[in-house]
């Protein structure tokens, strides 16, 4: 058993040479019994490709097209997932999905734009790099934050006026 507080489960999704992402019946079976074996245990699962619709036309092409039902099935069984994070996408986007929250951060390069019209074309610049950090605390559970890394000035100490 892992000594940690959380448990950190990494799904594969690739699908050689292709942009979008897949879960087949032995990546699901996998995922299913490693949930299975610890299921009092707060878990976060990770994989590439988003396993949800995040409204970026051109990118849900690109998400996870094959398993990502049946994905949603076991999530729903085990309520010890905390999180499901994905990446892909280098937008921040967070939303409930099966009985937990789906997440995802800016990428530490480029950020694809932010358009929601329907059929609009997939364009990319660059916007500040983000990453996503988790803290676990006992009696709060996952805390999930976001910081941009770089030099944007000294800190300020917060006066009391």
Known sequence: MEEHPVRIV???????GAPYGALCADRLGWLE??????PDHPTIVMMHHPPV?????????MAC???????GVIIERNPQVERVLFGHVHRPIHLRWRGTV???????????????????AGTWRYDP?????????????LVS?????????????????
Do not use: K, N
């Not at 990494?10 to 050689?16: C, F, I, K, R």
């Not at 997440?103 to 694809?112: I, L, N």
């Open 33 to 38: 019994t490693v949930l299975a074996a610890a």
């Open 10 to 16: 990494a799904l594969d999704t690739v699908v050689e």
């Open 129 to 141: 790099p983000a990453v996503q950090i988790h803290l676990w605390r006992d009696g709060l559970g």
């Open 145 to 161: 934050h976001l910081d941009f890394p770089g030099d944007y000035g000294p800190r300020q100490a917060f006066g009391h006026d």
């Open 102 to 120: 789906v997440s995802t951060m800016p990428g530490t390069a480029h950020q694809v734009s932010f358009d929601l019209r329907p059929g609009a």
């Open 65 to 71: 097209l094959d398993g990502a039902e049946a994905m």
């Open 53 to 61: 619709s995040i409204g970026i036309d051109h990118m849900d092409a």
